[in-house]
């Protein structure tokens, strides 16, 4: 723990320094750049942030770094340069800002600046006086008359047009029509259309109005008459697949996957959703999707694919250690083929473990675990015809063996599960499991643990053999589709599950338990609903997007009802961990102000409910090297109606919220984060009141922080 005290040192030395040290008289350091409207806009100012020349440097501790010498060498390769001040910088961004402005639809606008200075510091704030705008009092069109052209173009322009009269003129809306308008015509099969074949012409008056010619031309802007050619519907005339002779692969399927036929029209949507559904099956490394004019009006279409590795392994660890001497290790090695029977069917076999230890006592909880999957290119059920978008749903087949070994109890799981899972037109991805079932077996309960749930009516339901039967699902957004996020980012997760209600319509045939309780195969079946849902957010600033801010807000809660008394063990929540409250381990948190249970020999606290929020500090150090600085506060509680100290009541449910607080170092390949970070208490609602507030003197003492290793981001 000592080993921590260095980097405090460094990051309140480095807050306390100069961060102009080292710049030459005459420099300045650019602080802020500020963008400033004399009357109100129909546009946020901030649109225009980006076309300033020279990006301003906010705060850092490494440019305190940087400072700490003059020459070059290692605190220059660790600390990051002052941003200079240049004036010639500041003429090219008003230049840039009046284009802009002009390009938004005001003409004629005056932009200044004015450059402050405070001590060796450059505040610069740029004045913008907007031109005069004008709205579209009339449209006349001048198109190529003869053919369908004329009927399809007014059939689509007069009920979607982005350039109506009374809007606003300005180039941006003009590039948007053009955008939309040729799209659409190409989805009607217009094949050698282009945005380039669009031309606007506009007669500003002094009443504030405009009049304007929306031109198309039968040749484009780069072309002379001479090269005009009639706009004309095109139609698919061959069809032809190339895949590598090495890759097995049936033919069939990839027909199946195409929407683009012969005798179709042509439509530029139809060869998008063909590319999409073709390398979604992420059996080929490239889909190469070429359309050749063959006649006058029929384009051939030839689908070139390239292979792919189709098998490999992957490797996962997470780990973490507290001071009390707990340590965890999680590691997982899974093997997958992704064209098992030349189909595109993902197979998937998973090895994992959990391995915690506490050395000074030899106390010691381990987990095994096997699970395999297929994944079939289909929605089984359906034929692919049933989906004419980019993307079609996959059937998930899915089983799973774990094995526990903790010192008060031995326990199996066995799962299996039946769904769907794909990806919205929204982005949103989604597994929904109509048929899932898990079926715990306990054995070899240590005596005094036995004796424990006898006592305990809520333990008693949780730890028992059970089956639980039922559905589930899962809805996911990520507004980044990178392994490891290198931009700002947003997420939503919402997840479902259902359990025993099926079942329970056929209570009357089951028989019973001595206390009531329906059984299958001799267990009962659990009956609960549990929802959890999480929001988060990153952004990233600075020079070269290095910092960032990021933010993750957890609700979740789950309720047993008929059949069962108390949510079964897997599915209750916890807090703590390399994702959670760092400054604990993994179910060491809660539920409410309840203390560690002491017939656990590692920590097992878990609740019915809940709440967590998390914000971090996200900064680059030096090559790959990240720094952050987070802090967690949350906790879970119980359901039950006993009094019980663990139990959420709402009116004062934020009097038992943990918090913690804490620096981490990563290692950020892209292709992976690599994370390691060192969390430490601040508020713990278990210890008695009065002193659940933890000082400054006690942040490194046994059983106040805990190490974390993980892999990518926490959230």
Known sequence: MKRILPLFCLLFAAAACSTTRVLEEGQYRLVKNEIEMSEPVRFSSSELDSYIRQDAQSWSPFICVYNWSRRDGLFHKIGRA???????????????????MEYLGYYGSDVTSTTTYKGRKAYVSYHVKPGRSYRVSSIRYEIPEGGIFPIDFYADTLTASSAIKGQWLSEEMLEAETVRSADRLRNLGYFDLSRNHYSFEADTLADGT????????????????????PLRRYYIGQVTITKPETLPFRKKLLRDLTTIHPGDIYSERSVANTYSRISNIRVFSSVQVQMTPSDTNVVDCGIQLSQSPVRGIKIKAEGSSNSTGLLGFSPQVSFYHKNLFHGGEWFNLAFSGDFQYRISDQTKAIEYGISTGLSLPKFLGLPYSAFKGPRIPRTEINAAYNYQNRPEYNREVFSASLGYTGITRTNISYKVFPLRANFVRLFGLDSDFATTLSRNPFMRYAYQDHLDAGLGADFYYNSSSDIVPQGSYTFRRFSLDLSGNLISLFNYYLPESSDGTDLIAGVPYSQYVRGEFSWGRAYRYGYEDRQAVAIRLLAGAGYAYGNSSALPFEKQFYAGGASSMRGWQARALGPGTEPINT?????????????????????GIVWKFEGALFGDIGNVWTLTNTGAAGEFHIKDFYKTLGADWGVGLRLNLQFILIRLDFGMQLYDPSRRAGHRLIGAEDWLKSGNNAFHFGIGYPF
């Open 82 to 100: 002052p941003v200079v001040y240049d004036s010639t910088a500041v003429a090219s961004s008003c230049e840039n800002i009046a284009t802009r």
């Open 210 to 229: 405009a009049e304007l010619i929306y031109r198309v031309r039968e040749y484009t802007r780069n072309e002379t008459p001479a090269a005009a050619r």
């Open 599 to 619: 017939y656990f020999s590692i920590p097992s606290q878990t609740g019915d409910i809940k709440l967590e929020a998390n914000l971090e500090y996200r900064f």
